[in-house]
């Protein structure tokens, strides 16, 4: 496996080095063709520590187009880190800054903001908006607490760079000082690698505008503009780090770092290289986990992720590989270095374009071990950069372009005059769904599409309902839905029927009240479930507005994940990433396959509970699955868990406990205090996931009329063991001899607090999570799981919500490892009724 991967990375290796293979010749300096360092307010030129000169207002007024009163402020007492913030000036009308262009392409704007005390103004409270070359929104009602630098990259195309302040009704505009400077051509390439799908090409780069969010020195201390090549500020990562005990610093010397043919340290100097964050020790038998950074990044925007790589570990080559995940997603998979470099402490980067609806919360890069027998368990990070990447309307703050255009629908200048004839329009509509609703589904043929019935009301253009019409970049509806509800590509229905074979029969994997789940592939490869709504079925249409109004919202390694939809016409169809494993339960129970071993059980079960978590307490508002068990626990080609089927998910308001709501669910899994109560908490899905715990333990199902009376409740049944102390004569008997008696424990212990009667009692999936991650460490500690040393755990020691190490388990299933034909999906439309169906996919 080990020679199979460094061959399929070998043949990529050009693909993954193109960002640094095609730079100019290496060049350790840059004289910036423009460099204008302007500190506004000032009596006089300021040189900071780094031996920056910037000019005084009075010579600088040259560059200043404004007509207001001159409004200079100056705090000599302040105490501050740089001396330009000791002044500001204020306009309080519209101020516009011109810089001549000697060269026109990349440059640097770097904006420096604090509110100096004075007696005339309340900088603090000063709402204002920042445009640069007419077009390009940098900042939308702005107000600076404290000391703030915005930094920006933009491609600037004509001879003149501006850059306007205008203020906020009554509020004036001011700024401490501005820098616009050059910026050498290689800063961004022109062509980069998409997060997902993988090997996706996203052209035209360089038309973008960038906005710094964060710069990283990983593993290193601060840089100062005075020690880098481009005069840039990079920080020091520790802050952001998930858990700083899976992590620790090694360094070299600078000077040891070199850099490939047409690489160049103005991309990141050798400090930067020059230190890292490697995996800590994990204290475990095999050390097998992520080493996670934790950023806040704004869902709205695409973002440019740029990872600085330099093995400055390795003694010697080819011993280092490892995987790379970006937002959840894998963005580099065994990565060796010294392939990609030919070298040791050699400098090399890679960025990755980020789509807004593959922006998570929060937003994680992370870098871990590659599981393989050879090799050095370890994983590196040198440098970080995120960049924000400008939205539609040609702004990097807020919904509205300089034009007043809005990325979500009508301008700004109209939003009041609809406001009014959208509150009319919305009881009038009302009225006419209801009557429309019941003569359905006489009248949903005529529909042109069921996106009226399904996604909520919005103030967008109508035209993005109804239009089908497909462009470079997609139809426009994929523009809106992708902006605004994260529903990822649009699918026309000819794509659909080409990827099903013409909806064939023998590719149904999964049925349901809603209709059938198709096995698909995309044009370019990608294998999918296609969810296929019937119209004419009043049973599921709730439950399929529920899933798709839920998963718009929802983005997670451990969440099954939309790629895509279709509404033409009267269809209504959802596509899903493909498990290839299908429900955990079938490599449990009753089906035959091979069994799995308790340690895959674990992690399949930590898997499940991450996903549960995220959905507890990682999205805007509280969701509630409701419908917790394990066909809805579904298996990807590494056995990685992500769950499935949100139909009857519901969400919990701020500040509420709990959702007053009929029951629904499934037997054997429902919490008995919300059958009673009829109130719906996210401990009903943390009962639900005990049940599941003891199917994972006993591998029985939840309900089985066909044992004794005693028997047909897994959860009773197994908990009057566990009380005698003698669950271990209840476990699956393949178990026996394999498991860890403290694992073991530790996970019904688990189980049995899920199972309290009142939810009060119960643990959250936090806790959950916690527990289970110990009971693997107990498993892998113990050493009674004969295939435990040869596999290493993706999540021992992991810390919550992040992904795990992407590698296949030890005892993969023969026909499941080598044909992937016999596969499941199961879909539910209701409490009791389940419909499944395998489709032998090969035998076509």
């Not at 799908?197 to 505008?209: E, H, L």
């Not at 850099?259 to 097998?288: D, R």
């Not at 992520?290 to 925007?301: G, I, Q, R, S």
Request: glycine share 8%.
């Amino acid at each position: 496996m080990a020679i199979l991967h460094l061959l399929i990375f070998s043949v990529t290796v050009s693909v993954v080095s193109s960002a640094v293979t095609t730079n100019p010749a290496k060049s350790d300096t840059f004289k910036p063709p423009d460099n204008y360092l302007i500190d506004c307010g000032s009596s006089s030129q300021t040189t900071l520590p780094d031996r920056r000169t910037f000019t005084s207002d009075s010579t600088s007024s040259q560059y200043l187009q404004y007509e207001g009163r001159e409004i200079n402020l100056h705090d000599q007492s302040a105490n501050v880190p740089l001396p330009i913030y000791k002044s500001a000036k204020v306009f309080d009308s519209k101020a516009t800054y011109s810089f001549h262009v000697s060269k026109t392409g990349w440059h640097w704007v770097r904006l420096h903001f604090n509110p100096v005390k004075n007696k005339e103004f309340k900088l603090q409270e000063t709402k204002f908006t920042v445009v640069a070359c007419e077009t390009l929104v940098l900042l939308h009602e702005y107000s600076p607490k404290g000391i703030e630098m915005q930094e920006y990259l933009m491609n600037v195309t004509t001879e003149n760079l501006s850059i306007r302040f205008s203020g906020e009704k009554q509020s004036p505009a001011f700024v401490n000082a501005i820098e616009v400077v050059s910026a050498p051509d290689m800063v961004v390439s022109d062509n980069v690698d998409s997060l997902f799908p993988v090997g996706k090409k996203i052209d035209g780069v360089t038309r973008f505008s960038f906005q710094k969010m964060y710069r990283l020195n990983v593993g290193g201390a601060v840089i100062g503009p005075g020690n880098d090549t481009l005069g840039r500020n990079w920080d020091s990562d520790k802050r952001y780090l998930k858990s700083e005990s899976f992590a620790k610093n090694i360094s070299i010397a600078p000077s040891v770092v070199t850099y490939l043919e047409g690489g160049s340290p103005l991309i990141a100097p050798p400090t930067v290289y020059a230190s890292a964050m490697e995996m800590g020790n994990s204290n475990t038998i095999a050390p097998n986990f992520n080493v996670t950074w934790e950023f806040d990044l704004d869902h709205a925007y695409a973002y440019l992720v740029r990872l600085h790589f330099c093995d400055i570990v390795s003694k010697s080559l080819n011993t280092l590989y490892f995987n790379v995940y970006v937002g959840g997603k894998i963005a580099i998979s065994a990565l060796d270095l010294s392939t990609v470099t030919g070298g040791l402490s050699v400098a090399y980067y890679k960025d990755v374009f980020v789509e807004p609806e593959m922006v998570s919360s929060p937003f994680l890069v992370q870098v871990g071990p590659l599981n393989e027998p050879t090799g050095d368990k370890n994983a590196i990070l040198n440098g970080l950069e995120i960049l924000r990447i400008n939205n539609s309307v040609n702004s990097l703050d807020g919904a509205f372009g300089a034009d007043g255009k809005s990325a979500l629908g009508p301008s700004r200048g109209t939003v009041a005059a609809v406001g009014f004839a959208m509150m009319f329009g919305a009881f009038a509509g009302l009225g006419a769904m209801a009557v429309k609703w019941q003569k359905r589904p006489q009248d949903w043929q005529k529909k042109n599409s069921f996106s009226s019935w399904l996604l909520p009301l919005h103030a967008g253009d109508n035209s993005f309902m109804g239009s089908s019409t497909k462009t470079s970049l997609g139809s426009k509806k994929s523009a809106f839905y992708s902006s605004t509800m994260g529903l990822g590509r649009y699918l026309s229905f000819a794509e659909l029927q080409e990827a099903t074979k013409n909806w064939d029969s023998n590719s149904v994997i999964g049925v349901g009240g809603f209709g059938n789940v198709y096995y698909g592939v995309l044009e370019d490869g990608t294998k999918v479930a296609v969810k296929r709504g019937n119209p004419q079925s009043e049973q599921g249409i709730n439950e399929f507005q529920t899933e798709l109004q839920m998963l718009s919202k929802l983005r997670h390694r451990h969440l099954v994940s939309l790629i895509g939809y279709c509404d033409e016409n009267a269809e209504m169809i959802l596509v899903y990433e493909f498990m290839q494993h299908g429900p955990m339960r079938d490599h449990l129970y009753g089906k035959g396959l091979p069994t799995i071993s308790w340690k895959q059980r674990l992690e399949i079960s930590i898997g499940a509970a991450r996903g549960l978590h995220y959905l507890h307490t990682g999205a805007a508002t509280a969701i509630i699955h409701r419908d917790v068990k394990s066909t809805n626990i579904l298996l990807d080609e590494s056995f990685v868990a992500k769950m499935s089927d949100f139909g009857l998910s519901k969400d919990v308001g701020m500040g509420q406990a709990h959702v007053s709501t009929a029951v629904k669910g499934s037997f054997g899994y429902l919490d008995p205090e919300y059958f009673r109560k009829q109130q719906l908490t996210d401990k009903s899905d943390v009962y639900s996931f005990g049940v599941v715990l003891l199917e994972v333990l006993c591998a029985r199902p939840a309900i089985d009329p066909s044992l004794p009376r005693e028997q047909v409740n897994l959860a009773e049944w197994a908990m009057q063991w566990k009380r005698k102390g003698l669950l271990d004569k209840i476990i699956d008997p393949h178990l026996v001899g394999h498991i860890n008696p403290e694992s073991m424990n530790k996970f019904a212990e688990a189980a049995e607090k899920c199972l309290a009667e009142y939810g009060v009692d119960r643990p959250s999936m936090g806790d959950v999570l916690w527990n289970l991650e110990y009971a693997l460490q107990l498993q892998d500690q113990g050493k009674t799981d004969e295939e435990s040393n040869g596999s290493g755990s993706a999540l021992a020691n992991s810390a919550p919500l992040a992904p795990t190490v992407d590698n296949r388990p030890v005892t993969t299933p023969a026909q499941a490892s080598q044909n992937p034909a016999e596969v499941q999906v199961i879909e539910e439309h209701s409490s009791t009724t389940m419909f499944a169906h395998h489709a032998n996919l090969n035998s076509r």
